[in-house]
């Protein structure tokens, strides 16, 4: 289980939560109303997550995107996340660009949903576990627990701004999907400039939807 989720972060989508099989798995702690307003956004997009799971194969592929896409990107800081990942390179961008590049992370993780939340997993859980602060930002901690007993830790590093928490990195087992991003991300644009970079994740959204 946990290869398959790190080999999802290496695919490009940060992830909410693991879960796959034939039946529900269950998330423990309070009601999205009742958390600190930093983990609500992370407690939204796994409420979706149920949702388009308890569906099942009622839902095809594109249904499923399009249930996920808006909460997903209210959920994650996709502009902070571009401007990491490319970092310096990002200043080299026009703002059309820029635009695109936020925008297509915002699909290439909506579909990396889409793709894989389809079903469900007898005996699992998801825990809240708490928040703590790590400088300006807040670190929403939840434990998955799996049937077979594995567990996985997951830190959602959250940022405000203008009163509103987003996620800018999701962080499994130490790894960093932000860090991971950044080193791919960087190399594909040395090698290939801003226009094959943009090729290679619309590539890669493209064969989400197979």
């Keep these: 289980m946990k290869k398959r989720i790190l080999a999802l972060v290496l695919a490009g989508m940060s992830i ?7 039946h529900a798995s269950q998330t423990v ?23 388009v799971m308890k569906a099942g194969k009622r839902l095809d592929y594109k249904a499923r995107y399009d249930k996920l896409f808006p909460v997903v990107s209210s959920a994650f800081d996709f502009p902070f ?26 699909e290439l993780s909506a579909s990396s949903y889409a793709k894989q939340f389809d079903s469900f997993s007898a005996g699992e859980k998801f825990i809240f576990k708490g928040l703590r602060s790590v400088g300006r930002a807040r670190l929403a901690q939840y434990v998955f627990e799996a ?7 997951f830190d959602y590093e ?16 130490g790894v960093s999907d932000l860090a991971l991003k950044r080193g791919q991300y960087r190399q594909l644009f040395a090698k290939r400039g801003y226009a094959g970079l943009i090729a290679w994740i619309k590539k890669q959204v493209e064969e989400n939807a197979r």
């Design 16 to 22: 909410g939560f693991f879960l796959s099989g034939a």
């Design 29 to 51: 702690g309070p009601e999205t109303n009742q958390l600190p307003k930093a983990a609500q956004p992370v407690s939204r997009l796994q409420s979706s997550l149920m949702d």
């Design 81 to 106: 996340i571009a401007r990491m990942v490319l970092g310096p390179d990002w200043s080299k961008l026009g703002k059309p660009q820029q635009r695109a590049f936020i925008a297509l992370l915002g």
């Design 147 to 153: 049937g077979n007993g594995q567990v996985v830790h």
């Design 158 to 173: 959250m940022l405000e701004n203008n009163g509103r928490w987003r996620i800018a990195n999701v962080i499994v087992d």
